[in-house]
């Protein structure tokens, strides 16, 4: 081994290698509990900014599968009519009655058995029918409301309707349409109507 002279404190020559030791450090070869309660933390902050935006997209696509049911029992009363030349039987709700006739399922009120509306089985986070009727995405006890212009049995076909967003007479106003649907809610985000 290479020696060099050196003095020591005293004064004394001695020898030390010119080649220093590698010093054994200790590479860290896992995450330390600090790291990864730190990564856990920033995790926990991304999700609570991301799950808002996921719950506002699922609400959006809500109200769009319900718009489109609207529009759709909307329809399909107006071929209705223009296939027999009268609305279907009086209802201010889209019960179960009013959709087997408009399904095609009864032949009481459609004779011909024609299925003027596609309908099917409602499910959690799904519109569709059940007991009720035909219900919104958001609840399975509250089926769409309806008006027609055949308002009390009567038809008047004057193409003026009065219709009640909030399910009491409070709300109620005319249009001019032959046939209104929308879901009665309180949260206006949630409001549905075919008119619009």
Same mark, same amino acid.
């Given at each position: ?24 450090? =200790? $590479? ?32 959006? +696509? =809500? ?19 223009? @296939? ?8 201010? $709700? ?11 399922? $009864? #032949? ?9 509306? @596609?309908?099917?089985?409602?499910? =959690? ?13 958001? #609840? ?9 212009? !055949? ?28 046939? +209104?649907?929308? !879901?009665?809610? $309180? ?10």
């Amino acid at each position: 081994m290479l020696s060099a002279q050196c003095s020591d404190p005293s004064g004394a020559p001695s020898l030390s290698p010119l080649k220093t030791e590698n010093r054994n450090l =200790k $590479t860290p070869s896992a995450f330390t509990l600090i790291e990864l309660l730190v990564v856990i933390a920033i995790i926990g902050i991304l999700m609570s900014v991301l799950f808002p935006a996921v719950n506002s997209v699922f609400d959006n +696509a =809500k109200r769009a599968q319900a718009r489109n049911d609207a529009v759709q029992i909307a329809t399909a009363v107006t071929a209705f009519e223009t @296939e027999y030349g009268r609305l279907p039987i009086f209802t201010t $709700t889209v019960n179960s009655v009013l959709v087997q006739t408009l399904a095609g399922i $009864t #032949t009481t009120d459609n004779p011909r058995g024609i299925p003027f509306l @596609e309908v099917q089985a409602a499910k =959690k986070g799904k519109s569709g029918t059940n007991s009720n009727g035909f219900v919104d995405p958001w #609840t399975t006890n509250t089926a769409y409301s309806i008006a027609m212009d !055949n308002e009390g049995g009567t038809n008047s076909y004057d193409n003026d309707i009065q219709v009640s967003t909030n399910g009491s007479v409070s709300g109620t106003f005319g249009i001019r349409r032959k046939v +209104a649907v929308w !879901n009665v809610t $309180t949260n206006t985000r949630r409001q549905v109507r075919s008119w619009e």
